[in-house]
């Protein structure tokens, strides 16, 4: 149980294109979903969080205008990298954690690897 | 400020040896302690996590993890590893009553044939 699934694994595009990611909880509801940044052979970074049905909450420091977050249902988060430039060339993963409950833990995707020309 | 330190980037060990990764963690109140292994290229799989209770949890593959509360740590721990060990791992920590995680910087485990 508990499976989260992320869409597409891995991505090259041009340097200004937008690239759409989803992130899709299988076998359970999520309220809250979040959204990390990997850069290579380093932790994660959260990016932002994103509760179904409202606005996203964006972590100090992260472009909300470069980083469209939308959770449209309690299954599907998507982030939309704005106008990519090679800079944005990095690993996203994105958890949900089951329910509102702050001791479930998060279950995460596995990454997409996005690589900007 | 809150935070999670992992002293070890990385850790060669020889199959069938034990295996200790440590990880120590600075929160005023006992958080909520988790382990995830993180293949190269793919998600976080979570291991175990700790929120109260028995101070030594037991996770999946045989791993283990001792929450110490006098030494601010939450080390994982297997008996015996095998060469599908040979991984990321990552320690996080969950401040009560948030969500929000804060990760240490991993240690890449190398299991030697």
């Known amino acids: 149980g508990a499976v989260v699934s992320q869409h597409p694994s891995w991505v090259i595009c041009k340097s200004g294109t937008s690239v759409k990611i989803e992130c899709r909880s299988l076998d359970f509801q999520a309220t809250t979903m979040f959204w990390y940044r990997q850069f290579p052979k380093q932790s994660l970074m959260l990016m932002a969080t994103s509760n179904e049905g409202s606005k996203a909450t964006y972590e100090q420091g992260v472009e909300k205008d470069k980083f469209l977050i939308n959770h449209a249902s309690l299954t599907l988060s998507t982030l939309t990298v704005t106008s990519a430039h090679p800079e944005d060339s990095s690993f996203y993963i994105c958890?949900?954690?089951?329910?509102?409950?702050?001791?479930?833990?998060?279950?995460f995707g596995d990454g997409t690897r996005l690589s900007i020309l | 400020a809150q935070s999670v330190t992992q002293p070890d980037i990385h850790i060669t060990v020889s199959e069938g040896a034990s295996l200790e990764l440590r990880c120590n963690y600075s929160y005023g109140a006992t958080p909520y302690l988790f382990w995830y292994v993180q293949s190269p290229g793919q998600g976080l799989q979570l291991l175990l996590k700790?929120?109260?209770?028995?101070?030594l949890v037991q996770g999946i593959k045989g791993f283990e993890a001792e929450f110490k509360r006098s030494q601010s740590s939450f080390n994982l721990r297997k008996p015996s590893v095998h060469w599908s060990d040979a991984a990321e791992y990552f320690c996080?920590?969950?401040?009560?009553?948030?969500?929000?995680?804060?990760f240490g910087t991993g240690t890449r485990l190398k299991v030697l044939a």
């Open positions: 958890s949900a954690r089951v329910g509102a409950n702050p001791n479930q833990p998060q279950h």
């Open positions: 996080a920590v969950g401040p009560s009553g948030t969500y929000k995680y804060i």
């Open positions: 700790y929120f109260s209770g028995d101070t």
